[in-house]
């Protein structure tokens, strides 16, 4: 199975920071990578896919890059409803994994 | 708006059956994924709803069954010999499977697995 490792686990950031989560997979996956937003206690919420698209709705402060083994996340101007654990997920092969998680909480 | 419904929380007993729905309107693509509490996400496999074909997680082979029901635009998943191990948020997904992403999720449905 493909490992996909986040860092950092977790970040305190303040409102405007501009925050960078990582997703490292342990084998080559092109651009096969998505990033979720989940907020305690409801479902995911697709932001990226393809590495680098922006989903439909979601405010252009996030944006994704990388192919290959790693991958960035990178929020531009924390918003108070930023706060949130993110998860990368990959779909180059099966079984499709997902990150640990990375929990970005208020300074 | 556009939504997955899924069915109501669950008790079961280690070696019981659970079926979970989710009312998809009808998607192509339905992803179900878990997450045991505080821990992170597990995607299960999918199924596609014009032919029924299935794609599990190997972890999980010989123990689940998704089905759909098309006269009522419903998907089903059945995991079987439960154990506290499955304890856990069940999710449904509506994927894009172009861009093989879950783009539309279900509520949840906890399922706890307890003597």
């Known amino acids: 199975d493909i490992q996909l490792t986040q860092s950092p686990s977790s970040v305190s950031a303040s409102v405007g920071d501009r925050v960078t989560i990582t997703c490292r997979a342990s084998?080559?996956?092109?651009?096969?990578l998505a990033w979720y937003q989940q907020k305690p206690g409801k479902a995911p919420n697709l932001l990226i896919f393809?590495?680098?698209s922006l989903q439909t709705g979601v405010p252009s402060r996030f944006s994704g890059s990388g192919s290959g083994t790693d991958f960035t996340l990178t929020i531009s101007s924390l918003q108070p409803e930023d706060f949130a654990t993110y998860y990368c997920?990959?779909?180059?092969?099966?079984?499709?994994?997902f990150g640990q998680g990375t929990k970005v909480e208020i300074k | 708006q556009v939504q997955l419904v899924q069915s109501g929380a669950e008790v079961k007993k280690p070696g019981a059956s659970v079926k979970v729905s989710c009312k998809a309107s009808g998607y192509t693509f339905t992803s179900w994924v878990r997450q045991a509490p505080g821990q992170g996400l597990e995607w299960m496999g999918w199924i596609g709803a014009a032919n029924n074909n299935t794609k599990y997680s190997e972890k999980l082979q010989g123990r689940v069954t998704m089905t759909t029901d098309t006269s009522t635009t419903t998907v089903y998943m059945e995991l079987r010999s439960l154990t506290s191990d499955d304890t856990a948020v069940y999710y449904c997904?509506?994927?894009?499977?172009?861009?093989?992403?879950?783009?539309?999720w279900g509520q949840g449905t906890l399922v706890t697995v307890s003597s």
């Open positions: 084998q080559g996956i092109r651009t096969w």
């Open positions: 997904a509506r994927m894009r499977m172009a861009a093989r992403t879950f783009e539309l």
């Open positions: 393809a590495a680098s």
């Open positions: 997920q990959q779909a180059n092969s099966f079984p499709w994994t």
